[in-house]
């Protein structure tokens, strides 16, 4: 089970971190990643970050603005948003699977209920 926290409204230029908190027992040998969805569109990967945090993967539009990280002990992943921007308005979602992260939303099975981030003037 995934659950998402840290969403919210924020001004352009921004920051927020997203956390999401995992329980189930294998959150130390899962990938893990952030997936967002615009109204009226399919959902699109935003970060992933493998078990060990040694590989990290980011969408071109959010690369060197946000940053996905990982505390095994604390069973969380976190996504730093930075220079937040209008067209980061959307819900975002926790996604979790076992083995290597993926940047298609069909390869991971668990998702978290979503967070709304909205940025706006």
């Known amino acids: 089970q995934l659950a998402e926290s840290g969403g919210g409204s924020v001004h352009p230029g921004d920051s927020l971190r997203l956390s999401c908190a995992a329980s189930?027992?294998?959150?130390?040998?899962?990938?893990m990643g952030w997936f967002r969805q615009f109204p009226g569109k399919k959902r699109e990967f935003v970060a992933a970050?493998?078990?060990?945090?040694?590989?990290?993967d980011y969408a071109d539009s959010v690369k060197g603005r946000f940053t996905i990280s990982r505390n095994n002990a604390k069973n969380t992943v976190y996504l730093q948003m930075n220079n937040l921007k209008s067209e980061d308005t959307a819900v975002y979602y926790c996604v979790s699977r076992l083995g290597d992260y993926s940047d298609s939303d069909l390869d991971y099975p668990y998702w978290g209920q979503g967070t709304q981030v909205t940025v706006s003037s």
């Open positions: 970050i493998t078990w060990s945090s040694r590989t990290t």
């Open positions: 189930g027992g294998t959150f130390n040998t899962s990938a």
